[in-house]
Every structure is written in structure tokens, then in C-alpha cells.
């Protein structure tokens, strides 16, 4: 108790690190009244191409160094923030900051999901915390949720919109009717999906996110590896007018749920009904739906991103680090993880499924069809029939199907495409009541 002052070391400086540091100046008095003493940035750990940034421009040019060592050597700084981003060397560098005593808040979402156990296990040997609030949800506060608030549940289930970059080129299909390649090229334009998007709409981004809140929701070691994993870009214009016909909207969901002792970790599109509330979450926002025992359901819904939200959570966390400092605290919550979980493989899991099929426009076609489905014990929940393509005399089917097990579903799909009448199994995406 009774330290004069917190001392900040930063690492990174672009848009959250830029945002981070002037919300340590703008909100300076607010901020050493929440924690007790004034905080105060020491260093700034940069790339010599940031110093010509508009933010450095802004700054103590004292502050900066490129110099990774002179970093770490400065004895005045407790809590380490990381917004830098990726694996390596940010796992280093968070990995140095722990092993000498300094407390760490990251939003670095990758490095967290691919390594946080480990870096969990050496915070609680150093006694200093690792707070991540802003790796996942941006602004929404959700690690705080799992670790605090709903400690006292078993968690069922946990289904997330958290990519908004892939949630906004989703509702632009549903609400324009036009196709992926052109609902990203307009994301591009807008700043909401980078030039190379693969880690967004290949659902990588997601996975990570679903990794850090899976372990923490089922206190188990989740890492990105074991999330079975499918993009968006195999989804058309169609799927979306046929799905709207039938009842539901698509999304990009991650899932994580706890059954017989097994999870299931997963994201890739999904049709859910269009009443229920995940449904509504269009454009860049986020939300996650968590089922636990004691509070039944409960909905967060936020900005997922950006530079304002993101700094909010950051901040949270480095006020909750210094607190603990200012009064002697050390380590107050350990996190520790249980390994050994069992994973249930994909094609045990069991769910509806949408279907899309090209198909000849002939007497018959659906009974055939029916028949393929009935053989693997899937049955039909309802069917809708297009005309097509009236010169090749084809039509589109699409079906969707009540509860069935995905290796039955597969071996019927392939079974399908080889049928004489089916031109073309052109989607399958599966379907989640939520309750
Ligand atoms: N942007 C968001 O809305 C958001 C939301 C939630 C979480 N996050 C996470 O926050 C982290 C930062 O994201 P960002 O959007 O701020 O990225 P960014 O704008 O690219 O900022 C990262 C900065 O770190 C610098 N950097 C890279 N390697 C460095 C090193 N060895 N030493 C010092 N600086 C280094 C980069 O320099 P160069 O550009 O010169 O390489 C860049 O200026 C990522 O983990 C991201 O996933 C971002």
C-alpha cells in the first residue's frame, strides 16, 4: 500500500496502443482516483516506422525506444501492456514481462488463445496478474464475465457472433441480396475487412476467440487446433432468400458446448431462427448468448472492435492491475486449466441441416432424395422447390431436415451427388434452434 505511482510500459503503437496511451492522458485524473495514485507511462516500446505516426507525433519523444532490452530494463514500470499483435515475439516479450514481476494486460487475441495457459501458469508462479479482457469482444466485457460474474454456473452452452467483419458482409448479403465476393469488396472499401481477409471470413479470427472463451467458460484447456473450423465464402446470395423463405437467418456462429462430459467447439455458418436474438446482431456488432445453469440465458451485445471500445477494456484491466498493486494485492485470481478434456470429433455431433440441391425438374426428384436421406435415418422437416434454369429443365431443392448425426448427413450428401437426378449438391449449412 501506499505506492506513489503505477509505472505503464506499452508495447506497440498502433491503433489500440495509439488509443491506449491517449486514454492514459485524457482520463489521467479520473483513473488515479479509481486506482488511488496516478498512473504513469514510462516507455513505449516501438518499430522505428511508428515514430513518424501521428499519435508518437502527439508524444514524449522520451518515451520511445526500439530497444527491447531497454524496455525490460526500466525498473519504474509495473504493468505491461502488449498491443502489438500475432504470436511471436509478442509471446516473448509477454513471457519476459511475467517472468520479471511485472503484471501484463493484452489484447492480443492470437498469442492468448494459442498460449494462455502456459502464460496463465507462469503469471500465478510470479504472483502477478494476465488480464485479456479486450482479446476477445473488443469493448464487451467478456473474460470479466466468465472469471467474475458467472463463476457460480455450469456452463451449457456458448453461441457467438464474434467476427464483425464477417457478421457485416452476412447482413449485407441478407439485407442487398448480393453475393460474398461483392459484400467483401464493399467491407474492403469501408475499413470493416483488411486486404487480406482470410483470417476473417476462414473463421480463423473466430476460432481464436472461441478458444479463450471456451477455456474459461468449462475451465479446460481449449486451444484454436481442436475448433472445428469453416469460412463464409462458400454461402450464396440463394442460401440466404431460401433460408429467409424457411424461417431463418445465417451467421458466422462459434460455438462451445458441454455434453456428457464432452464439448463441442466449432464455428462455421449457421441457420438459426430469424425471432430469436442472435438473429437481430447485424453489421460489425457482436454478441454471445452463454446458457449456464443458475442464470438460464443471458445475451451481451456490444461493439466487437475498434480503436475506442477496444482502449475501454485495455483500460479496465490496467486499472484492475493497479488497484491490486496500490494495495499490496498479489495474484488474486489463478486461472488454472484442466487438461485431458475430450473434444467430441465432428462427425459425432448432431444437429438440423439445410440443403440446397440442383436438381432435374422431373416427377419423383424429391422421393428419391428422400429416400437416400431416410436410408441414413434423416428425415425431411420441410422442402422447398425453385424453378431454376427452365432450358436445362433443372430446378433448385432446398430442404431442411430434422435432427440427424453429421456422419450420417455427409454419407448421404455423397450419396446424393451421385443419384442421376442431382446435378449438384450445391450448400448444406446446419441449423441451431438456440433453445
Ligand atoms: N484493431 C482492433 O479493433 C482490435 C480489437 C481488439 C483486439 N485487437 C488486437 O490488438 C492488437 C493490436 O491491434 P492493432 O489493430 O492496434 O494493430 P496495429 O494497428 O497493426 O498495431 C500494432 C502495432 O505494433 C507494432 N509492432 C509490431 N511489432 C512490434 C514490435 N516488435 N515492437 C513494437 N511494436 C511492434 C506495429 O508496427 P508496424 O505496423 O510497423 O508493424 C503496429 O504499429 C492485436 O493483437 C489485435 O488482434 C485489435
Redesign the pocket.
Known amino acids: 500500500m501506499g505506492k506513489k505511482s503505477i509505472g505503464i510500459g506499452l508495447?506497440?503503437?498502433?491503433?489500440?496502443?495509439?488509443?491506449v496511451a491517449k486514454v492514459l492522458t485524457d482520463k489521467a485524473e479520473v483513473l488515479a482516483k479509481q486506482v488511488g495514485c496516478p498512473l504513469v507511462l514510462r516507455k513505449v516500446?516501438?518499430?522505428p516506422?511508428?515514430l513518424t505516426?501521428p499519435q508518437a507525433q502527439k508524444m514524449n519523444s522520451q518515451l520511445f525506444t526500439?530497444d527491447?532490452d531497454e524496455f525490460f530494463s526500466e525498473s519504474e514500470i509495473d504493468i505491461v501492456i502488449?498491443?502489438?499483435?500475432?504470436e511471436s515475439?509478442?509471446l516473448e516479450?509477454l513471457t519476459r514481462a511475467l517472468s520479471s514481476g511485472k503484471h501484463v494486460v493484452?489484447?492480443?487475441?492470437?498469442?492468448i488463445a494459442k498460449h494462455g495457459a502456459e502464460l496463465m501458469k507462469l503469471a500465478g508462479q510470479q504472483g502477478v496478474g494476465l488480464r485479456y479482457e479486450?482479446?476477445?469482444?473488443?469493448g464487451i466485457p467478456l473474460i470479466s464475465r466468465f472469471q467474475y460474474d458467472l463463476v457460480a454456473n455450469k456452463i451449457g452452452g456458448i453461441y457467438a457472433i464474434i467476427n464483425g467483419t464477417t457478421n457485416y458482409i452476412l447482413t449485407r448479403m441478407a439485407r442487398e441480396g448480393v453475393d460474398f465476393s461483392l459484400a467483401l469488396t464493399k467491407a474492403q472499401e469501408l475499413g470493416y475487412a483488411e486486404a487480406n481477409p482470410e483470417n476473417d471470413i476462414e473463421g480463423i479470427?473466430a476460432t481464436y476467440k472461441l478458444a479463450i472463451l471456451a477455456s474459461l467458460a468449462f475451465h479446460t484447456e481449449v486451444r484454436p487446433q481442436d475448433i472445428y473450423r469453416e469460412g463464409i465464402s462458400r454461402l450464396s446470395s440463394r442460401d440466404f432468400q431460401y433460408a429467409r423463405e424457411l424461417g431463418f437467418a445465417i451467421k458466422l456462429l462459434a460455438i462451445a458446448k458441454e455434453d456428457d462430459k464432452k464439448f463441442e467447439v466449432r464455428v462455421h455458418p449457421v441457420c438459426i431462427p430469424e425471432d430469436s436474438l442472435l438473429a437481430k446482431v447485424d453489421g460489425v456488432y457482436n454478441a454471445v448468448l452463454v446458457e449456464g445453469d443458475l442464470i438460464d440465458k443471458i445475451l451481451v451485445f456490444g461493439q466487437?472492435?475498434?480503436?475506442l471500445?477496444?482502449s475501454s477494456?485495455v483500460i479496465a484491466d490496467v486499472v484492475s492491475a493497479a488497484q491490486e498493486i496500490f494495495l499490496g494485492m498479489s495474484g488474486r485470481a489463478k486461472w488454472e486449466l484442466k487438461s485431458g478434456k475430450v473434444i467430441k470429433p465432428m462427425s459425432d455431433i448432431e444437429t438440423r441441416y439445410y440443403l440446397r440441391l440442383n436438381v432435374a425438374d422431373r416427377p419423383g426428384v424429391l422421393a428419391q432424395i428422400a429416400r437416400v436421406l431416410g436410408d441414413h435415418r434423416i428425415s425431411i422437416s420441410s422442402a422447398i422447390q425453385k424453378l431454376a434454369d427452365p432450358v436445362a429443365e433443372t430446378a433448385e431443392l432446398v430442404i431442411i431436415t430434422h435432427t440427424a448425426q453429421e456422419k450420417a448427413m455427409q454419407s448421404a450428401i455423397s450419396e446424393m451427388a451421385c443419384l442421376t437426378v442431382v446435378k449438384e449438391v450445391s450448400n448444406f449449412i446446419r441449423v441451431e434452434a438456440l433453445g
Open positions: 508495447i506497440g503503437l498502433g491503433v489500440i496502443g495509439g488509443q516500446k516501438v518499430l516506422q511508428d505516426r526500439t527491447t502488449e498491443a502489438m499483435g500475432g515475439p509478442a516479450y493484452t489484447s492480443n487475441k492470437e498469442v479486450a482479446s476477445v469482444g473488443g479470427d466487437g472492435a475498434g480503436p471500445p477496444t477494456a
